[in-house]
Antibody
Framework: QVQLQESGPGLVRPSQTLALTCTVSGGSISSGEYYWSWIRQSPGKGLEWLGYIYYTGNTRYNPSLRNRISMSVDTSKNQFSLKVSSVTAADTAVYYC????????????WGQGTLVTVSS | DIQMTQSPSSLSASVGDRVTITCRASQNIASYLNWYQQKPGKAPKLLINVASSLQSGVPSRFSGSESETDFTLTISSLHPDDFATYYCQQSHTTPYTFGQGTKLEIK
C-alpha cells in the first residue's frame, strides 16, 4: 500500500518561498502508475488542485498560481517537492500530497496534510 | 477552467435516509469525475472514480451515476459514519477542479 508523508516548515514569512516535500513509501515513485499531485485547502474552505509531476519530471500546474509554483522529483529518494514563491496570507492552507492514478483516475492515496501558515 | 457546480452545499439527513448529491460540469468531461469524502482534520478519501467505479473497500451503499455533464453521488441508506463533507472533482482537463463541497449533517 502506497503511503505519502508531507514535510516542511509550518510557518513562512510573506514574500518568501514555501517549500514542501512528500516522501512516498510502499511503492516506487518511478513505477509510472501514478502522477504525483499537490492539493491545498484553505482554512474552512474547499479543495484547490495545484498541479502534478510525473517521475520523468513532466509537470502540469494550476495557472491560478501564475509563475509562482514549481515541482520537482527525486527518484533516488522516492520524493517529490513543491515550491510556491512570493507567498501571501492567501497561501495559508493545509497542503496535501497525493497520488493520481494514470493522471486521470482520481487520488486514492493522500498524505495526512501539513498546515502552512504565512505570517510575519 | 472547467467549473464544477455542486449542490446542495449542505444537507441535513437522518440515519437510514437515502441522499443524493449532484455535480454539474461547465463542459464535457466524459466520465472523468471523482467523488471524495472528507472528515474534519483528515485528508479526503476517494470513494468513486470515472463517475461510477466504486473504490475497493467502499461500502456498496455508495453509488455514482452520470447523465452528460450531470453527475450524482447517492448514498442508499445513511450510516452514522457517512456524516462528512463530500466533494466532486473533474480530472478531464487541467487544472483539475473540485466542486464547492456538500456538508452532510445529522438531522
Amino acid at each position: 500500500q502506497v503511503q505519502l508523508q508531507e514535510s516542511g516548515p509550518g510557518l513562512v514569512r510573506p514574500s518568501q518561498t514555501l517549500a514542501l516535500t512528500c516522501t512516498v513509501s510502499g511503492g516506487s515513485i518511478s513505477s509510472g502508475e501514478y502522477y504525483w499531485s499537490w492539493i491545498r485547502q484553505s482554512p474552512g474552505k474547499g479543495l484547490e488542485w495545484l498541479g502534478y509531476i510525473y517521475y520523468t519530471g513532466n509537470t502540469r500546474y494550476n495557472p491560478s498560481l501564475r509563475n509562482r509554483i514549481s515541482m520537482s522529483v527525486d527518484t533516488s529518494k522516492n520524493q517529490f517537492s513543491l515550491k510556491v514563491s512570493s507567498v501571501t496570507a492567501a497561501d495559508t492552507a493545509v497542503y496535501y500530497c497525493a497520488s493520481l492514478e494514470e493522471g486521470y483516475y482520481g487520488s486514492a492515496y493522500w498524505g495526512q496534510g501539513t498546515l502552512v501558515t504565512v505570517s510575519s | 477552467d472547467i467549473q464544477m457546480t455542486q449542490s446542495p452545499s449542505s444537507l441535513s439527513a437522518s440515519v437510514g435516509d437515502r441522499v443524493t448529491i449532484t455535480c454539474r460540469a461547465s463542459q464535457n468531461i466524459a466520465s472523468y469525475l471523482n467523488w471524495y469524502q472528507q472528515k474534519p482534520g483528515k485528508a479526503p478519501k476517494l470513494l468513486i472514480n470515472v463517475a461510477s467505479s466504486l473504490q475497493s473497500g467502499v461500502p456498496s451503499r455508495f453509488s455514482g451515476s452520470e447523465s452528460e455533464t450531470d453527475f450524482t453521488l447517492t448514498i442508499s441508506s445513511l450510516h452514522p459514519d457517512d456524516f462528512a463533507t463530500y466533494y466532486c472533482q473533474q480530472s478531464h482537463t487541467t487544472p483539475y477542479t473540485f466542486g464547492q463541497g456538500t456538508k452532510l449533517e445529522i438531522k
